[in-house]
């Protein structure tokens, strides 16, 4: 390995910038040249490459989003894109590609090994903590934390009012943010991708919960939950239930910024310093992950096709929780 290639693609993730550090640095320490390609894939497919110095992270460690940009390239998801990217790498001679991102990010790197046998690590970044292959995704604490701030905010206020509010989180697919921000901000309930719920099972539990002079409620919806998301739940609620004022709040984009949590900080440099010392031991179309707090490696397409369970223990006490 004389020389590798940095890039970050798909949704951003608080810890990015940390991990590219890690990246560029032990590139550095081992004397392997380091260039990084700007917006994701798109930027590979176009040859857009920069020569990256050990002086070129510095102070970037506490910051969120990423110095590479990113994008969700479609050019990318075709045979012709992914030929141009080869070639571009060809060019560059670039010898080892990590890409951080997260699940279509290590979807088009496998495809990429497998159409041109071109070696490539996967850093898992992503706020949705989906990756199976790691107990924890860089961003996902970050996201978590800004979500537990928020809510913690709309508590204030919902208390004075007597309010119920159904704040939406992101999880298209995956309900780890809503489940753990349900825990630390004392959700009444939690409405998961993972699993079904019923609009009439939802009403019981806000009924108890008023019953048991509950002043004021929060329900955390992950934005992919089964029943259509927090506009929709709510209207649905109200339709059968008065118990309560309601509103809806979606948190949206703040979600994914923000400077990094030292725990996502420190993973990412972990992460960051794998990937690279993997290329470095012939490693390839695998994605690094730190489990049980040791570093780990999944095959890529294990990493996309296996789907990561949610903690059931958690929900279980949730619910105990949250009476
Ligand atoms: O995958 C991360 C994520 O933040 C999801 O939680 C969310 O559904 C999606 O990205 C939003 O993507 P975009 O910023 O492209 O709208």
Known sequence: MKKIAVLTSGGDAPGM????????????????ECVGVFQGYDGLIQGDFKRLHVRSVSKILGRGGTILKSSRSDEFRTVEGRKKAFMALQREKVDGLIVIGGNGTFAGAHVLYEEHGFPVIGVPGTIDNDLYGTDNTIGYDTATNSVVEAVDKIRDTANSHNRLFFVEVMGRDAGFIALRAGMATGAIAVMLPEQKQSIDALIQVLEKGAESKKTSSIVIVAEGDMLGGAYEIAKRVNEKYSGYDTKVAVLGHIQRGGAPSAW??????????????????GRKDEMVGVINDQETFTALEQAVTMKKMLNVEELRMSKILSI
């Open 17 to 32: 910038n940390a991990a590219i550090r890690g990246v560029v640095r032990t590139c550095v320490y081992n004397e392997v």
């Open 264 to 281: 996502d900080r420190v993973l990412a440099s972990r992460l960051g310093v794998s990937s690279v010392e993997g290329l470095m031991m």
